[in-house]
C-alpha cells in the first residue's frame, strides 16, 4: 500500500485509500512477526486479568449516574495514568440516573401461604407504592396473546413468560426473539390495563438469578412497574398458577429515577508518529448494571482496551496513526456517552474506523468489519496475523451501542466476535462476576484487538465516498 | 458416492471407494437438512449435561480398578439400556490397581515452623515410609540441571519446578514442554540420589489446587515416591528456599499399587442399515483421576458419545454403516481397555473409522482428521455440515489415546477438537467439576460427533491401501 493516491471504483463506490508514498510498510511477514510479538508477551505476562480484578473490586456496581460509576471513572483515569498512556484525559457527558433503592421482593400467595420470588426491578422501572402491588397473574407469550385477552388483564400483574428458543445456535438470536417483552413489557400490559410487568429473565439458563437490563416507557402511556424472575422463579409460578389461576402475586420496588447526573467517558491513547490526527477509535462500555460486577459485560471490553495500547506500548510499537482507548459511559441506559463522544468536535481529527468489544471475554473468535466490501477486504488480508491465535474469523457487519453513533457518520466499525453460548448465563445478573472469566481468554481478545488496531492504524483503510 | 467401485490415484496411493452401486445419497442438501435437525433437536432438549450430572454424582472418582470405576462402568451399561440403544455389553479387560490410600501430607519445615503444602501423588507412586521422608530440597528447571548437579542432590527431594510457557498459543504444547517431569521425575530423581521427587502441577493457573497424572519407573532404577504440588505451593516453596536453602520438606503418601483388577469397556451401538458390519467407532474414556470429578477428563467425552446415538435415535436417523460408542477404560494409566479393543477378534467386522473425544465439554472447533490426504478430502467435503455451528475448522492429523491402537492397525483417527485455553486449569484436579462444564457447549460437542459419524456410517471414506 505504497501508492499516493489510489482511487478504485468498487460496486459503484469510489474508494480512495488513505496511503500516502513515503509511508513504509514491513509487508505482511513483517507484521506476522510484530503480532506475534504481541501475542507472546500478552500470554507471558498480560495484564487484562489483574485489570479487570481491579475494576471489578474497586467498582463492582458501575451503573451510570453512582457512585460506582465515579469511583470506575476515576479508576479509568488512574489506570490510563499509571500505565504512561498518553492525552489522558474525562469528555464529561450527563448521564441517566436511575437508582434500584432498598426494596425489591416478590411473593406467590397461594392458600394462605406466602413463596417468595427471586425478582429484580428492570432499569428504568418505576417502583411500586410503599405497600406493593398485590394482584391476580396473566400469564403471556406473547403482545398478541396479550393483546387478544381484551378484559382478563385488566387490574392484573402481567407475566411474559416467553422463554429463549434454544433451538437456535447463535444466543443472541435468542435474545433477540424475547427481548421485546423486557423493553415494552410494561408498556404493552398498561395498555391492557394491567398493573405490573413481571418478565422470564433474559437467559437460556436454568437457575434462579432474575436478569435485570433497560426497559422503556412511551408518552400517553400510563407507566407501570416492571421487574424480571429467573427461571426457576418462572417456573415455580407457572407450577403455582397451575394449581390456582387465582393466586395472587405481591411485588414491592423502591427503584426511581433521579435528576440526570454528570458524568464521563474516560480517554486514554498512544499517539500516532506519523499521522497523530487519525485515530483508531478502540473501547467498551464503562458503566455496567448493578448487578454482579460487570465482570463480561462490559469490564472485559474496557480491559481489551486499555491491556492492547498497554501491550503496544510495552513493547515500544507505535504505529503511524493514533490509537485511542475510549472507555464509554452508560451503554447500559442511555447511550449518552457514545453519543456524546461522536457529537463532539475536534477539529483537524479523522476518525479512520472504531472498533468496539462488547460481548464478554470469552475466547475471542474474530471480528465483525463493517464498512464498504473495500474495508471488509483490506481487513482480510490481515486475516493471517490473527490465525496464529485462532482469531481469523471474519465476517461482514461491524456493530457495537457505543460506536453506532460514529458508525453513522460513517466510520467503519469493528467489533470483536468472542465464543457467545456462555454470555446470557451471566449477561446483567449476580452471575457476571470476575471467577467467571479466564485469563488467558481474556488477554487473547486484548491482543487481537491490539493486532487489529495496531494495523489499521499502520496502514489505514480504504475510505468510501460517495461520488 | 454412487459409483460401484471408484478407483484413483493421489500422492501415489491408491483409493478404493467402499461405495457401492445402489446405495443412496441424499447429496449436501438432504445432509444439510438432517444435519440441522440433529443441531435443533441437540440445542433444544438435548440430555448431554444432565448425562454428565448424572454420572459425575455417580461415580466422581473412576480410576482403574476402583469402586467407582465399578460403579462408571455399571452407569454405562444402564445408561446404553435405558436409551434403547443396540446390543450394549461390557467387553472385559484387566487394568492397574493404583489406590492413594489414606494419607497424603507434606510441609515445609523452616526455622521450626511447619508450613503445610497441598500435594497429591501421581498415579503409580511408591509411598514413603509411614513415618514420611523428611529431607533437604533441590530445586531443579530440567534433567540436564539435575544431571549436573552431581552429589547436590543426593538424599534430597528433588523439586521439578520448570512452569508451563505460557507464552505458548495452545496450552497442550505448554504442557508437552513440561510433562516430563511429572513423568520421568521420580526416575531422574532416583538416578541423581534424590529420595523423593516433587513436581510442579501441570497447569498455568495460579491457585493452590495439586494436579496428579500419571508418571512411571523403569527397570533397574530404584523407585522413590512422586508427588505434585499447586502452583502457589511452588512459589511457597521457592520462597521459602530464598531464605533458606537448607530448610527440610516432609512427605508423608500412603499411596501403593495392588494386583491388577477385573474391569471393562461399555459399548452400544446403532446397527446400521445396510452394511452393520461395518463400524465407526465413537469413544471417550470412562475412567479418570480420584481428584474432582472427571467431569472435563472424560466425562465429556463419554456423554458426546452417548448423547450422539440417543440424537440419532431420537431423530430416527439410522445410517447404512453401525455407530458403535466405546467407553474406554483405563485411558489415564495404561490404557489395556483401547488396546484391548483393538486386539480383539469380531470376525467379518470392518473398522470403517475411529473417533474420540477427550479433549473435554468445551465450545467444539473442528476435528483433526487422521488417515490419507483422501480421507482428508472426503470429511472436508463435509465441512459445511458443521459450519452452522462453528464446528467446520479442520485439520490434518487426527489422534487419541484410546483409538491410538485401533490408527496403529490403519483405521482412520479422528479426534473433536474444542477450544481449549482452560483445559489443564481443571485437568487432573479437584477443579475438574460438573459446574465448570456449560450445558450447551457440551452439547454441541455432541452434535458435533452425531453429524460426524453419522457422515462417515452414511457415506464411508476412502480406503488407503499400499499399490
Given at each position: 500500500?505504497?501508492?499516493?493516491?489510489?482511487?478504485?471504483?468498487?460496486?459503484?463506490?469510489?474508494?480512495?485509500?488513505?496511503?500516502?508514498?513515503?509511508?513504509?510498510?514491513?509487508?505482511?511477514?513483517?507484521?506476522?512477526?510484530?503480532?506475534?510479538?504481541?501475542?507472546?508477551?500478552?500470554?507471558?505476562?498480560?495484564?487484562?486479568?489483574?485489570?479487570?480484578?481491579?475494576?471489578?473490586?474497586?467498582?463492582?456496581?458501575?451503573?451510570?449516574?453512582?457512585?460506582?460509576?465515579?469511583?470506575?471513572?476515576?479508576?479509568?483515569?488512574?489506570?490510563?495514568?499509571?500505565?504512561?498512556?498518553?492525552?489522558?484525559?474525562?469528555?464529561?457527558?450527563?448521564?441517566?440516573?436511575?437508582?434500584?433503592g432498598p426494596v425489591e421482593e416478590a411473593s406467590i400467595i397461594?392458600?394462605?401461604?406466602r413463596?417468595p420470588l427471586?425478582v429484580?426491578a428492570?432499569?428504568?422501572s418505576v417502583g411500586t407504592p410503599a405497600a406493593g402491588i398485590t394482584a391476580e397473574?396473566?400469564?403471556?407469550?406473547?403482545?398478541?396473546?396479550?393483546?387478544?385477552?381484551?378484559?382478563?388483564?385488566?387490574g392484573?400483574i402481567?407475566?411474559?413468560?416467553?422463554?429463549?428458543?434454544?433451538?437456535?445456535?447463535?444466543?443472541?438470536?435468542?435474545?433477540?426473539?424475547?427481548?421485546?417483552?423486557?423493553?415494552?413489557?410494561?408498556?404493552?400490559?398498561?395498555?391492557?390495563?394491567?398493573v405490573a410487568?413481571?418478565?422470564?429473565?433474559?437467559?437460556?439458563?436454568?437457575?434462579?438469578?432474575?436478569?435485570?437490563?433497560?426497559?422503556?416507557?412511551?408518552?400517553?402511556?400510563?407507566?407501570v412497574p416492571?421487574a424480571?424472575?429467573?427461571?426457576?422463579?418462572?417456573?415455580?409460578?407457572?407450577?403455582?398458577?397451575?394449581?390456582?389461576?387465582?393466586?395472587k402475586v405481591e411485588l414491592k420496588l423502591s427503584c426511581e429515577?433521579?435528576?440526570?447526573?454528570?458524568?464521563?467517558?474516560?480517554?486514554?491513547?498512544?499517539?500516532?508518529?506519523?499521522?497523530?490526527?487519525?485515530?483508531?477509535?478502540?473501547?467498551?462500555?464503562?458503566?455496567?448494571?448493578?448487578?454482579?460486577?460487570?465482570?463480561?459485560?462490559?469490564?472485559?471490553?474496557?480491559?481489551?482496551?486499555?491491556?492492547?495500547?498497554?501491550?503496544?506500548?510495552?513493547?515500544?510499537?507505535?504505529?503511524?496513526?493514533?490509537?485511542?482507548?475510549?472507555?464509554?459511559?452508560?451503554?447500559?441506559?442511555?447511550?449518552?456517552?457514545?453519543?456524546?463522544?461522536?457529537?463532539?468536535?475536534?477539529?483537524?481529527?479523522?476518525?479512520?474506523?472504531?472498533?468496539?468489544?462488547?460481548?464478554?471475554?470469552?475466547?475471542?473468535?474474530?471480528?465483525?468489519?463493517?464498512?464498504?466490501?473495500?474495508?471488509?477486504?483490506?481487513?482480510?488480508?490481515?486475516?493471517?496475523?490473527?490465525?496464529?491465535?485462532?482469531?481469523?474469523?471474519?465476517?461482514?457487519?461491524?456493530?457495537?451501542?457505543?460506536?453506532?453513533?460514529?458508525?453513522?457518520?460513517?466510520?467503519?466499525?469493528?467489533?470483536?466476535?468472542?465464543?457467545?453460548?456462555?454470555?446470557?448465563?451471566?449477561?446483567?445478573?449476580?452471575?457476571?462476576?470476575?471467577?467467571?472469566?479466564?485469563?488467558?481468554?481474556?488477554?487473547?481478545?486484548?491482543?487481537?484487538?491490539?493486532?487489529?488496531?495496531?494495523?489499521?492504524?499502520?496502514?489505514?483503510?480504504?475510505?468510501?465516498?460517495?461520488?
Open positions: 500500500m505504497n501508492n499516493f493516491l489510489r482511487i478504485c471504483i468498487f460496486s459503484g463506490i469510489v474508494i480512495v485509500s488513505l496511503e500516502a508514498r513515503g509511508d513504509e510498510s514491513p509487508g505482511l511477514s513483517g507484521y506476522l512477526e510484530t503480532a506475534s510479538r504481541i501475542t507472546k508477551a500478552g500470554l507471558r505476562s498480560g495484564k487484562a486479568y489483574s485489570l479487570l480484578s481491579d475494576l471489578c473490586a474497586t467498582a463492582p456496581h458501575r451503573l451510570s449516574g453512582s457512585e460506582g460509576a465515579k469511583k470506575a471513572v476515576e479508576w479509568g483515569r488512574r489506570t490510563f495514568e499509571s500505565l504512561g498512556l498518553e492525552r489522558v484525559r474525562l469528555e464529561p457527558v450527563m448521564v441517566p440516573h436511575w437508582v434500584r397461594l392458600a394462605g401461604e413463596v427471586r429484580c428492570l432499569g428504568g397473574v396473566l400469564v403471556v407469550q406473547s403482545f398478541e396473546e396479550l393483546r387478544a385477552s381484551g378484559e382478563k388483564a385488566r392484573k402481567i407475566f411474559f413468560n416467553r422463554a429463549f428458543d434454544r433451538s437456535l445456535f447463535s444466543p443472541f438470536a435468542a435474545y433477540g426473539g424475547a427481548v421485546n417483552q423486557r423493553g415494552a413489557g410494561a408498556v404493552e400490559a398498561a395498555r391492557a390495563g394491567g410487568a413481571l418478565v422470564r429473565s433474559m437467559t437460556a439458563r436454568r437457575d434462579d438469578v432474575p436478569h435485570t437490563g433497560g426497559m422503556r416507557y412511551v408518552n400517553g402511556v400510563g407507566q416492571a424480571a424472575i429467573s427461571i426457576v422463579g418462572a417456573e415455580r409460578l407457572v407450577d403455582a398458577l397451575s394449581r390456582d389461576p387465582h393466586l429515577t433521579l435528576p440526570d447526573a454528570p458524568s464521563a467517558n474516560v480517554l486514554g491513547e498512544l499517539v500516532g508518529s506519523a499521522r497523530p490526527h487519525e485515530i483508531v477509535v478502540i473501547g467498551g462500555h464503562l458503566d455496567c448494571w448493578d448487578k454482579g460486577q460487570g465482570a463480561h459485560d462490559d469490564g472485559a471490553g474496557c480491559v481489551h482496551s486499555i491491556e492492547a495500547l498497554r501491550l503496544l506500548k510495552e513493547l515500544g510499537i507505535r504505529p503511524k496513526r493514533t490509537i485511542r482507548a475510549v472507555l464509554f459511559m452508560n451503554e447500559e441506559n442511555g447511550t449518552r456517552g457514545g453519543e456524546a463522544y461522536a457529537a463532539a468536535s475536534r477539529p483537524g481529527e479523522l476518525t479512520v474506523a472504531a472498533i468496539e468489544s462488547d460481548a464478554g471475554g470469552f475466547m475471542p473468535r474474530g471480528f465483525g468489519v463493517g464498512g464498504s466490501v473495500a474495508t471488509f477486504d483490506a481487513v482480510g488480508k490481515w486475516a493471517p496475523l490473527l490465525a496464529p491465535i485462532e482469531v481469523n474469523h471474519l465476517v461482514r457487519g461491524g456493530h457495537g451501542v457505543d460506536i453506532g453513533p460514529l458508525i453513522a457518520k460513517g466510520v467503519p466499525g469493528l467489533g470483536l466476535n468472542v465464543d457467545n453460548q456462555r454470555y446470557f448465563d451471566y449477561h446483567h445478573s449476580d452471575n457476571d462476576t470476575i471467577d467467571k472469566v479466564n485469563e488467558r481468554e481474556l488477554e487473547l481478545g486484548a491482543i487481537a484487538m491490539a493486532i487489529m488496531s495496531y494495523m489499521i492504524a499502520e496502514e489505514g483503510l480504504p475510505v468510501a465516498a460517495k461520488p
